[in-house]
């Protein structure tokens, strides 16, 4: 609370202390002046209840004009979310309607309508390589343009796609090294990846790219986009069979604490976004106190008021 928030409080404690010294001594001389007469004094403190009362309304009333607030502990689903969608060559086979990237399409759209504006929605559409077409950004309208962009081409690399995942979480640029060394890039525990794969890999180092998200504390959900018995697709005026691997997927949503959720029809893929837990965070958030403080000051001031006209006849 500012300066200016305050002043009337303190000019109203001010006037409450005034008024309740006031009365203090107006009741002192009005004793002391009964007592000289030979008068008893009816009600001793009690008589004075009323008045209190009142007079501890208009302080409440004051603090309440300050607009005070508690910060009280509040969990919320909060962080970074990137969807990770497989664009390759297999991602076209019809084994899941309409092919596999459509419905994968329609379950991420699907996922992002369902989480509150206080996550951040990535996209990275990733085949041998991967590009990030959506950094995380809170107008989720952004992801939905980039999930409809999304169009089949080229091989399928996992581990690009954990890597290139982790530079839209971290802003900077994530690779396993030659070496196989796997960088220090922080912690990020309220940032997760959803992976939308048949987990068909052609590329190295998956192992290492989902070490390096688990030991930042990123989770990978993976979600499995296909059939076991799998269907073929034309590459290249060539016909392929492609199945669901479930095995990979499953390795590295263990590896990096996270779960595979198999969704083998669309009926399960729409049910994703109900499926997938992101992580609660706590945050400290203002709890105002002025309602609570004015109907305090009501009670009070009714009170007082109830007992001086009983007493006295009077408000006051």
Excluded: C
């Excluded at 309440?64 to 060559?89: E, H, K, Q, W």
């Amino acid at each position: 609370m500012t300066l200016s928030s305050w002043l009337p409080a303190a000019v109203g404690l001010l006037v409450t202390a005034a008024l309740a010294w006031a009365a203090v001594v107006s009741a002192r001389r009005r004793t002391a002046a009964l007592t000289a007469a030979g008068v008893a004094v009816p009600g001793g403190r009690r008589a004075y209840l009323g008045v209190g009362l009142t007079i501890a309304g208009v302080g409440v009333l004051a603090i309440a004009a300050a607009g005070p607030a508690a910060m009280v502990p509040v969990p919320r689903t909060a962080g970074t979310v990137i969807l990770a969608v497989d664009v390759s060559n297999s991602m076209g086979a019809d084994d899941v309607a309409p092919t596999r990237l459509a419905a994968a399409q329609r379950a991420a759209r699907a996922f992002v309508a369902a989480q509150p504006d206080s996550v951040d929605i990535g996209v990275v559409a990733f085949e041998r390589g991967a590009l990030t077409t959506a950094r995380p950004d809170a107008d989720h309208s952004v992801a939905l343009k980039a999930i409809d962009r999304l169009r089949i081409t080229g091989g399928t690399s996992l581990g690009t796609a954990i890597t290139a995942s982790l530079s839209a979480i971290t802003g900077k640029q994530v690779a396993v090294g030659r070496d196989g060394t796997a960088p220090d890039i922080g912690y990020w525990p309220s940032a997760t990846i959803v992976m939308f794969s048949d987990g068909q890999n052609q590329g190295a180092d998956v192992e290492r790219a989902a070490t390096v998200a688990q030991r930042a504390g990123v989770h990978v959900h993976t979600v499995g986009v296909g059939t076991t018995a799998g269907a073929a697709v034309k590459v290249d005026g060539y016909h392929l069979q492609t199945s669901l691997d479930e095995d990979t997927l499953t390795s590295i949503a263990r590896t990096t604490g996270g779960a595979y959720h198999p969704a083998s029809d669309t009926a399960r893929l729409d049910g994703i976004a109900d499926t997938i837990d992101l992580r609660l965070t706590v945050s400290d958030e203002p709890l105002p106190l002025a309602g609570g403080l004015i109907g305090l000051a009501l009670a009070l001031l009714t009170a007082g008021a109830a007992l001086n006209v009983l007493r006295s006849g009077r408000v006051i």
